[in-house]
């Protein structure tokens, strides 16, 4: 690599990790919208509501990303094994 | 009174037994005493990454900001924590454990080799941390003072005694073995509480419904603009992938993948705690005291009024344990970011492993002492208090270690300017000059990101050798 050039290609994101970034900055950009904030179910705001759901959503989709992401990568070693 | 008081004797003691056990151990070794010899397993770190975050303002202060802000704006504060979680597994466990140094001043030195960075971040942890101490030091005194009629002064010198002796000999073993005990406590009586309450009401809905009849105000979203509890939530987004006392347990784990699923499990177990105070306990205290002076009580005052002497102690000594699991990993990411970090990093002095030991002691007994002479005089809303603390770290943290890890451009310039930037902005607006309406948060990352983006563009970019150096911490 020459002095200048930058950091190389090879630092990638897996694509399942960029994709569940985006879903959760969408998913926040929409819920931090001023139309939440009055209506309600259940006495509660909806964005309320939206938060909640985000505390729950989340870390089960990142759980099920990871556990994934690391049966992918055991048939990968079970495969170079053979 | 005797019964909780000896129930939460009985629990100190047994703390700094385990500091006293652990300090043969760890007081000739440097990975010992920071990062627990890199052995920590992944539940046993995900109970202590869990207890590490979920402090005093996770039990106490959760309530206390859903009796007087809502449920709404109690939420968007500790949604953006959850998130954090699934933001430092997927931006910075890999990397930095691959790094496999101590600290997150150790990488931000390495990546932006300049004089500025390393002394400029152990002196921004320090102080954000303090007021993070001065916090959770009040959850502890009030506790006391509420369930055990100790008066609040004593109780706060005596409970940051025990927990600044334990930490100070026993490091990141004794955390994180008084972490696991903690964090399963707290579980225990949170859930526990929420089920009493439930079974009292009849189900959750109905309680709920009945609170929010009572105090419509509970599930309105706060009188304040929407930058405020954006705010709160973009902090505390941001500040889980650099907050130097969760970075110091992805160090400690076993290897990238166990950091990864530590994280991961810790989240959700924070999620339930936080849902089931916000929806259930919460609640329930408003309907029981609606008029309390001090919000923060108001899980005490529920405690004291539902519960016998059994589970008061229980509950004294989970409170106890919320503080302590978290005030033990702020007092260690103190005394490393002076004693690893300030001495020997940024003043280059080189100390023996025994050395660095006893500097490590100082430090803590100082920052203790600094934080509970803070602590006599405390902040109202704990949470939003240390809220407001740790944005300081996120704004200027945040932008140079996820853009030192995975911007190509990223260079010393783009992280000095961005770290820099991003400390001054938010100090200028949350010390008011000039008023902001919006939250300092929602300036200051962007500057700091602007700043980066400058320095990445204009200035030399770094040596091929170390982007190569870098780019290879993202492989096992």
Known sequence: ?82 | MSIELGLVIAYLAICIAVGVIASRRVLTSGDDYWVAGRRIGTVVNATAIMATLASGGSLIGVMGLTYKQGIPATLALFAGAVIGFPLASILVARPLRNFGRYTIADFLGYRYPHTLVRWLVPVLIIVSFTAYIVAQMKAAGITANVLLGIPYETALTLSAIVFILYVSVGGMVAVTWTDVVQGALMLAVVIGTATVMIVDAGSAPKLLAAATEAAPELGRVADKPVSGYLGSFVIWATAIPVIPHIVMRVFAARDAHGARLSLNLAMVAYAVIVLAAVFIVAPAGKMAFPDLEDADAVFLRLMQSEFGPVTRGIAVAAVMAAVMSTTDALLLACSSAIAHDLVRGAWGRELSGRQQSWVSIGSTWLIGGVALYWAFSPPALITQFYTAAIGLLSASLFVPTIAGFWWRRANLAGGVAALTTGALVYLVLALGLPSATISPILIALPASAVAMWIGGRFGRADDASHLTAVEALHHD
């Open chain 1, 1 to 82: 690599m020459r002095p200048n050039e930058p950091l190389g290609s090879s630092t990638r994101m897996r694509r399942a990790d960029r994709w569940y970034l985006l879903g959760l900055c969408t998913f926040a950009v929409v819920a931090f919208h001023p139309a939440w904030r009055e209506p309600q179910f259940a006495n509660i705001s909806l964005f309320g509501w939206l938060m909640a759901a985000l505390m729950v959503l989340s870390p089960m989709a990142a759980l099920a990303l990871f556990l994934r992401e690391r049966r992918g990568s055991r048939r990968g070693h079970e495969v170079g094994s053979q």
